[in-house]
Each structure stands twice: as structure tokens, then as C-alpha cells.
């Protein structure tokens, strides 16, 4: 079921998600300064994981937890809500 990216959603930790958005970018090695101010496509991801947690402005999300909140977590990603095109 596809949620929207705003508000809050219905996950509890541990939750499986999927999140698509668009990432951004960097562009190294050294340019010319058309070639660096030319804005490349939209870097689209798809990103899934464990949730964890959510506030106004950041869905938490891990590749690796352990069995409730009280074991380490790996693989934390912190996603930026404006970023957020879907979430599954």
C-alpha cells in the first residue's frame, strides 16, 4: 500500500518500508564552470530497510536491527520528508 510522503505513517519499529526519493549528488574531478553549474536528471532511489522512527521532517530507516529497540541497529538513513516521492 503506497502512502503519502507527508504526515504521519502507520510503521512501528521493526516495520518492513520501502521508500523512493530523490537523492542528492556530487560532481567531482575538476570542471569547467558550464559543465559544473549544469544540473544533472533527478538521481531516483528506491530504498528499503527496517523502520525505526519518524519526526516532521526525517523518516529513520536500517538495513540491520536487532529484535526490538534495546539491540544496536546498523545501516541507520536518515531520509528527508521533501525528498520522500512514495512510500510502500
Not at 516495520?15 to 537523492?23: F, L, S
Not at 553549474?37 to 523518516?59: A, H, M, R, S, W
Not at 536491527?65 to 510502500?88: A, C, F, Q, Y
Request: a positive charge; charged letters at 25%.
Amino acid at each position: 500500500m503506497s502512502q503519502k510522503k507527508s504526515g504521519t505513517i502507520k510503521q512501528k519499529f521493526g516495520d518492513r518500508i520501502t521508500i523512493a526519493w530523490i537523492d542528492a549528488c556530487e560532481i567531482t574531478g575538476w570542471k569547467s564552470f558550464s559543465d559544473a553549474i549544469k544540473v544533472p536528471d533527478e538521481v531516483f532511489c528506491y530504498t528499503t530497510g527496517y523502520f525505526l522512527n519518524q519526526t516532521k521532517d526525517y523518516i529513520t530507516i536500517a538495513h540491520t536491527i536487532g529484535l526490538d529497540e534495546k539491540n544496536d541497529i546498523t545501516g541507520v538513513i536518515h531520509i528527508p520528508r521533501r525528498w520522500i516521492r512514495e512510500i510502500k
